[in-house]
């Protein structure tokens, strides 16, 4: 089955503490992108990579980190530099950066 | 500044209703315009537009571009409860996509 997976659906931290999302798809696509999602709002841009060992800063990178090792694979890091970072994450894959975006089923992220 | 405008915000329809969804946008290097369903998590792919006046369809959905008033439409005949969702449209400019906040939809029995 090809997709895109994220974990954990759920992840509860508390403030101060790093933690890392997983997203690994195997659809063969070159470009993964971290959205974030808040209440009411549409989804913003964190970070994005259109190969491997490349990324580039999306519109509210700040307070997040990211790495692209393998092509499979696009782990996001939220630091405790991140000031509101209780949201719902999306991590999304196409065939390149001029294709349609398919998205994983997210990670709901609470931090107390 | 990029900006992509949805309305209305939500939508409350009995079943078996026509419902127009709008998506108006400003962006430089327009690309595409996509749109996503949204239910309890991910957004799921929809339709992707890129010549104006072209309309997509998929059973009971539809959706067309006009490049001329930077907007388009999300057409839903027959309405059922299970087209209830968060209909979200996004325009691709350049690296990624701008998304609009989205339109929710109920679809009462």
């Known amino acids: 089955d090809g997709g895109i997976t994220q974990s954990p659906k759920y992840l509860f931290r508390k403030e101060g503490q790093n933690v890392t999302l997983s997203c690994e798809q195997n659809?063969?696509?070159?470009?993964m992108y971290w959205y974030r999602q808040d209440p009411g709002q549409g989804l913003r841009l964190i970070y994005y990579?259109?190969?491997?060992?490349?990324?580039q800063k999306g519109d509210i990178a700040e307070g997040y980190s990211v790495s692209r090792e393998k092509k499979e694979s696009f782990p996001l890091t939220v630091t405790s530099a991140q000031k509101n970072p209780t949201a719902f994450y999306l991590c999304?894959?196409?065939?390149?950066?001029?294709?349609?975006?398919?998205f994983g089923p997210g990670t709901r992220l609470t931090v107390t | 500044e990029d900006k992509v405008v949805q309305s209305p915000l939500s939508l409350v329809v009995h079943e078996g209703d026509t419902v127009t969804l709008n998506c108006s946008y400003e962006?430089?290097?327009?690309?595409?315009l996509l749109w996503y369903k949204q239910e309890k998590k991910a957004p799921t792919f929809l339709f992707m537009l890129?010549?104006?006046?072209i309309e997509k369809k998929s059973g009971r959905l539809s959706s067309i571009l006009d490049k001329k008033e930077l907007s388009s439409i999300l057409n839903i005949t027959a309405t059922q409860t299970g087209d209830s969702a968060i209909y979200l449209c996004?325009?691709?400019?350049?690296?990624?996509?701008?998304f609009g906040k989205g339109t929710s939809l109920l679809v009462t029995p």
């Open positions: 890129t010549s104006s006046g």
């Open positions: 962006v430089t290097n327009f690309r595409s």
């Open positions: 996004a325009v691709e400019a350049g690296y990624a996509l701008n």
């Open positions: 990579s259109q190969i491997v060992n490349d990324f």
């Open positions: 999304a894959s196409s065939r390149d950066i001029f294709y349609e975006q398919y």
């Open positions: 659809l063969n696509h070159d470009a």
